[in-house]
């Protein structure tokens, strides 16, 4: 029975990283897409400020575009870091919003800390020996865990109760919706439990972290860490399955979609993709695309119906 | 009933009416404003048309007539949305709809954003997530027939309301993309409207006719949607030519079917009809610019519109062929695509990944080119003759969707002392409310709907504009440079009065230009000419 909290961690490790990676891939995979962009496109190095674009100039497939990395980082980051759009858009749901998704960053960095200092257990770096990076591992965990769990659980719950209570969205909350919060809630209430009545140092997660890289899996000597391990094995796995995974699908959104400005100038690649989404097969069924002997694209976009029309009445 | 709560299960109940806005529930105006009434649609319409979602019929999806016709309107709208999830048939947009069916939180963030929400006093029926939220529980039910549909993305009854509703209310949205701006995951449910048009028109074959049979299928039969044939098109130049060149005091000739000319000039058709003094304004323009450019009689190389953008991935694309053919028989250096956002955005941007290799012209906008015209010094300008209250509209395709923000504002900024932003402007822009095709409609209370609902915000704004000439005392210009902003902008300054009372004229950036040309006679803006 020892073992079920370490299968199950490594069970949720496997279910998260293929999960998204079969999201990741399964986006990847997808056609060529048309052009779709929304400005301000924030690598347009020059023009992003005022949502310019390199098609204000003359000739501009003769220039050289200037992309701007740095530019990305300045909006993405306090977009990730402190949710901006939410606090422009939707202020009322960002006093709820930020806590819960600021709770979940600093529970993930909890985890790299606590993985962290099992490691250097595990290789033998004694944590409470007084040295600097071991103090400076441990106070960062006991504060950055428990801060984040309490803004997590209040996040949460004000969005649960925000769904609930109002009609703009509750209509549109599913039972997965509060189901989604609820696990989130439970999951945190069971960590501030842990952390307060049987791990308040949090050598037993170190401990679990170390056993469970060092394939040492010892029992676990609290029942109420125990359930917090299955509950955050059963989170980890659920959340990249849900439409959370916006958390990392949105990469793709914005670079791909929203700032996918990239013309097709001198670019064989994108030509040849073309020409392969040309020549699939076509079926939709109105009356001006099934045309008899037309099967693919290229073959029905070509083809003018109206210019057959004209030749028949002739 | 208007902002009364809504029920995603009343969506397909069986009631006459799903939704009426009350007009005493619509956002308030800057000036004295009767809201009147709804005008009933006529026992005509409601016979031969499924229009059961409000007051207005947009799309004219027959209405069925037995059982078996109810039940044909489902599993023709099960399949057509089957085939937009299916890579062959849905290439052009499979990734940006799978990830919105996917990943939004339904956190509302974008409904603020939308100003169809806004003009409505936030009716449900307008949030911008509506429309998607019926949309996605259909897909996760039906198409992706997720067993556990009902408890993770809720449930919806589908029945032949539902999709008459939803393929209406694909039509209650200007796709300005607005909503998709605000979103901080990238979901576009202004996609969605697209998407849901797409599977009615290239799965059912219902479409709106001015888009359809009287838009892009007359495009392709004629080689422009308002009916003219190359030939047609020659002789109505001639005589803009004429008479521009009499009134302006500038000789110009337009040059047709010039062998390796540098540039390709395509306008929107309807603007030789409807504002020839915009056609004249450009060729007076490039001829004393000294450009060498060319007009094509060649099918569809003479108008502009895409309306394939509006609704149909393959008309969008036979449309794009056609322009791409123009221009490459022709041997020129590249398109230059006048005033008409949707031409900019439909050839410039989504075409790119459209036209193969044989194919490809460099295309851009006329702006830029304007701009270094304007600026050039090659052209004499007093701006004095421009010096009446100015202000810019931004159209949502040239700006929110293309990055061209500054050129129109250093060309007015450069010609007009009394100009003034809109609030807000540029990427952040408010449609005109007769985007994605509406200005060209007039049946069925479209206009109604146009003027009371779509064009509330664009109104607010041009009057807030001018807060400080307010009256009919002064005269007022609003720049459009878009066929079918400028179509929605007169129909609402018609419709509210505003040239009587305000002195308001609208038109493209170009007439403003050659308005303040030494070269061209004084006077070519014609307020008389507005009313």
């Given at each position: 029975m020892s073992v079920i909290p370490y299968l199950l961690t490594c069970l949720a490790l496997a279910v998260f990283i293929v999960s998204v990676a079969a999201r990741i891939k399964r986006y990847l995979n997808k056609p060529l897409h048309v052009r779709w962009e929304l400005y301000p496109v924030a690598h347009d190095a020059e023009r992003a400020s005022y949502g310019g674009s390199y098609l204000e100039d003359v000739d501009w497939w003769k220039k050289p575009r200037k992309k701007s990395m740095m530019g990305e980082l300045s909006f993405m980051v306090p977009e990730i870091l402190l949710l901006r759009g939410v606090w422009e858009n939707n202020r009322s749901l960002w006093y709820r919003s930020y806590p819960f998704h600021l709770g979940l960053y600093l529970t993930a960095a909890f985890m790299g800390l606590v993985f962290l200092g099992g490691v250097l257990e595990l290789f033998g770096f004694n944590l409470g020996s007084g040295s600097v990076i071991g103090s400076i591992i441990i106070a960062l965990t006991n504060v950055i865990g428990p801060a984040g769990f309490l803004l997590a659980i209040c996040g949460a719950v004000a969005l649960f109760h925000r769904r609930i209570s109002d009609s703009s969205l509750r209509e549109y909350s599913s039972f997965g919706h509060f189901f989604s919060l609820a696990l989130f809630i439970v999951v945190m209430a069971t960590?501030?439990?842990?952390?307060?009545?049987?791990?308040?140092?949090?050598?037993?997660?170190?401990s679990f972290a170390a056993g469970l890289v060092g394939m040492k899996w010892s029992p676990i000597p609290s029942h109420l860490f125990t359930a917090q391990i299955v509950l955050g094995a059963i989170l980890l796995a659920y959340i990249p399955i849900t439409h959370m995974s916006h958390f990392f699908m949105k990469y793709f959104l914005w670079h791909d979609i929203r700032w996918g400005d990239e013309p097709n100038i001198d670019k064989p690649a994108t030509d040849r993709?073309?020409?392969?989404?040309?020549?699939?097969?076509?079926?939709?069924?109105?009356?001006?695309?099934?045309?008899?002997?037309?099967?693919t694209w290229a073959e029905i976009a070509t083809h003018n119906p109206m210019a057959e029309t004209e030749n028949t009445k002739e | 009933?208007?902002?009364?709560?809504?029920?995603?299960?009343?969506?397909?109940?069986?009631?006459?009416?799903?939704?009426?806005?009350?007009?005493?529930?619509?956002?308030?105006?800057?000036?004295?404003?009767?809201?009147?009434?709804?005008?009933?649609?006529?026992?005509?319409?409601?016979?031969?048309?499924?229009?059961?979602?409000?007051?207005?019929?947009?799309?004219?999806?027959?209405?069925?007539?037995?059982?078996?016709?109810?039940?044909?309107?489902?599993?023709?709208?099960?399949?057509?949305?089957?085939?937009?999830?299916?890579?062959?048939?849905?290439?052009?947009?499979?990734?940006?709809?799978?990830?919105?069916?996917?990943?939004?939180?339904?956190?509302?963030?974008?409904?603020?954003?939308?100003?169809?929400?806004?003009?409505?006093?936030?009716?449900?029926?307008?949030?911008?997530?509506?429309?998607?939220?019926?949309?996605?529980?259909?897909?996760?039910?039906?198409?992706?027939?997720?067993?556990?549909?009902?408890?993770?993305?809720?449930?919806?009854?589908?029945?032949?309301?539902?999709?008459?509703?939803?393929?209406?209310?694909?039509?209650?949205?200007?796709?300005?993309?607005?909503?998709?701006?605000?979103?901080?995951?990238?979901?576009?449910?202004?996609?969605?409207?697209?998407?849901?048009?797409?599977?009615?028109?290239?799965?059912?074959?219902?479409?709106?006719?001015?888009?359809?049979?009287?838009?892009?299928?007359?495009?392709?039969?004629?080689?422009?949607?308002?009916?003219?044939?190359?030939?047609?098109?020659?002789?109505?130049?001639?005589?803009?030519?004429?008479?521009?060149?009499?009134?302006?005091?500038?000789?110009?000739?337009?040059?047709?079917?010039?062998?390796?000319?540098?540039i390709l000039l395509i306008h929107n058709a309807g603007e030789i009809m409807a504002w020839p003094e915009n056609i004249a304004a450009f060729h007076i323009i490039f001829e004393a610019a000294g450009l060498?450019?060319?007009?094509?009689?060649?099918?569809?190389?003479?108008?502009?519109?895409?309306?394939?953008?509006?609704?149909?991935?393959?008309?969008?694309?036979?449309?794009?062929?056609?322009?791409?053919?123009?221009?490459?028989?022709?041997?020129?250096?590249?398109?230059?695509?006048?005033?008409?956002?949707?031409?900019?955005?439909?050839?410039?941007?989504?075409?790119?990944?459209?036209?193969?290799?044989?194919?490809?012209?460099?295309?851009?906008?006329?702006?830029?080119?304007?701009?270094?015209?304007?600026?050039?010094?090659?052209i004499e300008f007093d701006p004095s003759r421009n010096d009446f209250p100015v202000t810019l509209h931004d159209p949502c395709n040239m700006t929110r969707l293309m990055g061209i923000i500054r050129p129109q504002r250093e060309i007015v900024k450069a010609l007009c002392p009394q100009f003034r932003e809109m609030t807000p402007h540029g990427a952040f822009n408010y449609c005109c409310g007769g985007g994605s095709g509406y200005a060209i409609m007039h049946r069925n209370n479209i206009e109604e709907w146009r003027m009371k609902v779509a064009g509330r915000k664009k109104l607010s704004q041009i009057l807030g504009a001018f807060s400080d000439c307010r009256g009919p005392e002064a005269k007022k210009y609003v720049a459009a440079p878009c066929s079918n902003c400028k179509g929605q902008i007169r129909d609402m300054i018609k419709n509210y009065g505003l040239m009587e009372n305000e002195t308001l004229a609208y038109g493209g950036i170009v007439e403003l230009v050659v308005n303040a040309m030494k070269a061209v006679n004084p006077g070519f803006i014609k307020w008389e000419e507005y009313g």
């Open positions: 960590a501030i439990a842990t952390w307060l009545f049987a791990d308040p140092g949090f050598a037993m997660a170190r993709k073309i020409g392969e989404v040309l020549n699939y097969p076509v079926t939709w069924s109105a009356p001006h695309i099934a045309i008899s002997g037309k099967k | 009933m208007a902002n009364s709560p809504i029920h995603f299960k009343d969506f397909g109940k069986d009631t006459i009416q799903f939704r009426h806005i009350s007009p005493d529930d619509l956002s308030p105006l800057p000036g004295d404003f009767e809201n009147k009434p709804w005008t009933p649609l006529s026992e005509e319409v409601k016979e031969k048309y499924a229009a059961i979602l409000d007051d207005t019929c947009i799309l004219p999806i027959p209405m069925p007539k037995t059982k078996e016709e109810e039940e044909e309107l489902v599993n023709k709208f099960i399949s057509g949305m089957r085939k937009l999830f299916q890579r062959e048939n849905n290439w052009t947009f499979l990734a940006m709809l799978e990830t919105t069916m996917e990943h939004c939180a339904k956190c509302q963030t974008c409904s603020e954003s939308c100003h169809l929400y806004e003009a409505t006093g936030g009716d449900e029926m307008y949030r911008p997530n509506f429309r998607t939220e019926i949309f996605r529980r259909i897909y996760q039910k039906y198409v992706k027939k997720d067993p556990l549909a009902r408890w993770r993305h809720g449930d919806i009854d589908l029945n032949w309301r539902t999709v008459a509703r939803l393929g209406e209310l694909a039509y209650r949205c200007n796709i300005c993309r607005r909503c998709a701006q605000a979103c901080p995951i990238g979901v576009d449910n202004a996609l969605v409207a697209r998407e849901i048009r797409k599977i009615f028109s290239q799965e059912m074959g219902i479409a709106c006719p001015e888009l359809h049979e009287k838009g892009s299928m007359l495009q392709l039969k004629t080689g422009s949607s308002t009916q003219m044939t190359g030939m047609v098109v020659k002789d109505n130049m001639d005589f803009i030519d004429e008479d521009f060149s009499e009134e302006t005091g500038f000789s110009f000739k337009t040059p047709w079917d010039v062998e390796g000319a540098d060498s450019w060319t007009l094509s009689s060649e099918l569809a190389g003479y108008d502009s519109i895409n309306y394939g953008v509006f609704y149909d991935d393959v008309q969008f694309a036979r449309t794009a062929i056609l322009q791409a053919q123009a221009a490459k028989k022709l041997g020129v250096k590249k398109i230059v695509i006048a005033e008409c956002g949707h031409a900019h955005k439909a050839l410039t941007v989504i075409a790119d990944r459209v036209l193969p290799e044989p194919l490809k012209v460099p295309r851009e906008s006329y702006l830029p080119l304007l701009r270094d015209i304007v600026l050039s010094g090659k």
